[in-house]
């Protein structure tokens, strides 16, 4: 931990990062994180004040202006070079995501590991993609000779904002800064409470490859005080943000900027009568259970074929006995949800899904945050469950009888992140797959975001834009164009 001892001051608080150094606030408030296992305090970050955000945001217009004429090569070259420290200093951020967000040791250190590839990669990307430019000649349009060469090339917008959501809170910061950077932005992040310090932490990594002063800051603090400030701050020329509703609350206020938003979604799985059922069961429980069931792309209900219906919950039963539950620090399967109040509202759409009779598949056992999984069988449209995201380990089952009654289920949800289909019928899963009005389908297989240079994208309340490393590079450039009128057409003869 001695690389990391700059970033926390005298009193143990984690500092913010501006300007090239780590910094405490003058508010001289902090904000506590609470450990998700143990549920008592753990870290404690700075509480920013809006007049230092604005310091942050425009040193930040004014470091990109610099970073801007940077050479392609070289903004990949530091790229390359924060990547390798990250992917160095796994154990300690991962360690950092263990006690904030009580994610399993094992899945910790994969996270960093892959958010490190994640910014090599971009960097690669970034320089294939940024490095080539379009021509245009006039007289591919009708009633024109080739008199204007259009020269058309992608330049940075300016002021990236990052917010990264507390499931992800290191992989989905890297997934917003190296496009930013590689395009030629400056980065401001406003990591979550829960997973800031190991934000700070792969902050600190980018700092020690050396980066511009003022190109990276980070701050923290309550939402509450600083967040409309921040979204709404005129020198903030995009917004990079996944979470929850939050997003939409950010998308009526930014004004005329780009967005790029992942809010969630409520991933159906749609299994039908000649699907392999071994294979739907234990991506049923990979996709439901991973990670306490706390990610946007989880499979968040279950409809099934009423034929195969039993057959399938016995078999995903009988997977569910086999999970461990318990800390992360243990590398159970199942682990403390984030914080208490998200574990209560957990229990709330169980409690109403008992009081309208769904199946209960196992007992219904809380310790705290910790739930232990939980599949609920014939559910109905009237529950709670059905519809809503628990962000949680309670998977519910849905019985159907025909495939037009999955789809109408997928499509009557007002989020539309992923879907999946199993079949062994490729034409049935194609046509099913144009049918659900969701960013992406899997078939045979449970919904995923990677590998992270795959498209992500959502319709409807599920996101605007789309992800994935060259998305995200396309997003946060724009179009210049420079026309060159020659007085007389010119052909090449050859």
């Not at 094992?106 to 294939?128: F, I, M, P």
């Not at 259009?150 to 300016?158: D, N, V």
């Not at 934000?199 to 980066?211: E, G, K, P, R, T």
């Amino acid at each position: 931990m001695a690389v990391f001892e700059e970033i926390v001051d005298e009193n143990g608080v984690y500092k913010f990062f501006y300007d090239g150094a780590w910094r405490k606030s003058s508010s001289g408030k902090s904000v506590t994180i609470i450990n998700p296992t143990t549920r008592k305090p753990h870290f404690r970050v700075q509480a920013c004040t809006q007049e230092e955000v604005n310091k942050v945001v425009e040193t930040a217009k004014l470091a990109q202006k610099s970073w801007a004429k940077t050479p392609l090569w070289k903004r990949a070259e530091l790229l390359h070079k924060a990547a390798a420290i990250l992917k160095e200093q796994k154990a300690p951020i991962a360690e950092c995501l263990v006690k904030e967000i009580a994610k399993p040791a094992k899945d910790a250190v994969t996270e960093v590991v892959r958010s490190g590839d994640l910014v090599s990669y971009c960097a690669e990307e970034g320089v294939r993609i940024l490095g080539e430019g379009k021509l245009l000649v006039s007289d591919s349009f009708p009633g024109n000779e080739r008199t204007k060469y259009c020269l058309t090339s992608k330049i940075p917008l300016g002021v990236v904002l990052a917010i990264p959501p507390f499931n992800y809170p290191v992989n989905l910061a890297v997934s917003k800064i190296a496009p930013a950077l590689i395009a030629g932005n400056s980065i401001v992040l406003k990591p979550p409470t829960q997973g800031a310090v190991a934000a700070l932490h792969m902050v600190h990594c980018f700092h020690l490859a050396v980066f511009p002063k003022g190109l990276i800051s980070c701050v923290t603090g309550k939402g509450s005080e600083i967040g409309d400030f921040l979204t709404m701050h005129p020198s903030i020329n995009c917004i990079s943000f996944t979470g929850g509703d939050t997003g939409i609350a950010i998308s009526k206020k930014a004004g005329m900027i780009p967005l790029q938003m992942e809010l969630g979604g409520k991933d159906a799985c749609i299994i039908l009568e000649d699907a392999d059922l071994d294979l739907a069961a234990a991506n049923i429980v990979k996709g439901g259970f991973s990670y306490s069931g706390q990610r946007c792309t989880a499979v968040k209900v279950a409809l099934v074929m009423e034929s195969v219906a039993d057959t399938l919950v016995e078999k995903v039963k009988a997977k569910v006995a086999k999970l461990t539950v318990g800390a992360p620090e243990d590398d159970c399967d199942i682990t403390p949800v984030v914080t208490e109040s998200s574990a209560n509202f957990i229990e709330g759409l169980v409690m109403d899904a008992k009081q309208k009779a769904a199946t209960f598949c196992q007992e219904y056992k809380r310790e705290g945050n910790l739930i232990w999984p939980l599949l609920l069988d014939n559910v109905r449209p009237d529950m709670r469950i059905a519809w809503e995201e628990p962000f949680g380990p309670v998977l519910p089952v849905i019985r159907i009888n025909s495939v037009e009654e999955g789809i109408h289920h997928c499509n009557a949800s007002n989020f539309g992140l992923q879907g999946c289909v199993f079949t062994r019928d490729i034409n049935k899963a194609i046509l099913i797959s144009d049918a659900m009005e969701t960013g992406t389908v899997q078939i045979n297989s449970a919904p995923s975001r990677g590998p992270d240079h795959f498209p992500f994208q959502g319709l409807k309340d599920s996101g605007i834009g789309s992800q994935g490393i060259t998305n995200s590079i396309n997003m946060m450039t724009k179009i210049k164009s420079t026309v060159i009128n020659l007085p007389t057409p010119s052909y090449t003869v050859g």
